[in-house]
């Protein structure tokens, strides 16, 4: 727990050679009350979204055995297959994806999946693949009507969605309760948002917040998105718990992280959520100061 949120701990965050079992007791070990699994663009992880029934209840009984809980479901597979591009094979794939995701969330008891607000990234963005993109998300908010699974916009490193306000402009074409946002406290700052302001633009339509370093974007350098160490970037932390809970949002934080090759990620993983917990204790405080 953070405060009285439920919080998660990315899949990539822990040491990808682990089994279910082993990554599951480091969830609850480490002191988090759910994982976030990844559905990414590589070939071994989008495998997932077509594996047999008995391999879902391993990962479930993996879970269930370590007194922890599947959550949420990041989906950045569509990074390589998205809804916007001109190639009618790939659309038709992120349709499948999109479709298996939904199934696969609703039979692991995942509440929300995590979109990637790409409308594509390997080809040119145009005029017609915004639009496509548009109508591929309006359809997967009908689709995830079906299984009464969430889907929440994460704000992105593309200029398509990089902030929340960008996201509710989607948010109020699509008209549906299924299609939420999922803001990441650093991609928006990397922005060089402001990001408390972003939050409360949309505090209405938050489903989960991404809690990330980043080093911003300035004139002479483009942002860094992702594996800066937590309180080296340039992400206000306090800033956005502070608004955060000063708005009354209740929902889960997830630390996003990403291991690689030989770091002891029990000891990196335990750092940065002690260090989160100090800020987020740090922003409380002040406004129970402030109420005073």
Excluded at 25 to 54: N, P, Q, W
Excluded at 138 to 164: C, F, H, P
């Amino acid at each position: 727990m953070l405060g009285k949120h439920l919080l998660g701990i990315y899949e990539k965050a822990l040491d990808a050679g682990d089994d279910w079992y082993q990554r599951m007791e480091k969830v609850r070990e480490l002191g988090f009350d759910f994982l976030e699994i990844s559905i990414d663009e590589t070939d071994e992880r989008l495998s997932r979204l077509y594996a047999s029934d008995e391999k879902l209840w391993e990962i479930q009984d993996a879970a269930r055995k370590a007194g922890v809980y599947l959550q949420s479901l990041c989906l950045s597979g569509h990074r390589r297959y998205p809804f916007g591009s001109a190639d009618p094979d790939i659309r038709r794939k992120a349709a499948d994806i999109m479709e298996r995701a939904l199934v696969f969330a609703d039979k692991m008891g995942i509440r929300v999946i995590q979109l990637a607000g790409y409308d594509v990234y390997y080809e040119p963005s145009t005029e017609d693949s915004v639009r496509r993109f548009g109508e591929g998300m309006a359809w997967a908010a009908s689709e995830a009507a079906k299984y009464q699974v969430m889907l929440g916009m994460e704000i992105m490193d593309i200029e398509l969605m990089n902030s929340v306000r960008k996201h509710l402009v989607y948010e109020r074409k699509i008209q549906s309760p299924w299609y939420k946002v999922y803001p990441d406290l650093g991609n928006l700052a990397a922005w060089g948002l402001d990001v408390p302001d972003e939050l409360e633009a949309g505090i209405h339509s938050i489903v989960g917040v991404h809690v990330k370093d980043t080093l911003c974007r300035t004139k002479e350098q483009p942002g860094v998105f992702r594996d800066i160490p937590f309180g080296q970037g340039c992400v206000d932390f306090e800033a956005c718990f502070s608004r955060l809970e000063s708005l009354g949002y209740t929902g889960p934080y997830m630390i996003e992280m990403w291991h690689k090759q030989g770091q002891d990620d029990r000891k990196l993983v335990k750092e940065a959520k002690k260090w989160i917990e100090e800020v987020f204790d740090r922003a409380v405080s002040g406004l129970e100061r402030k109420k005073d």
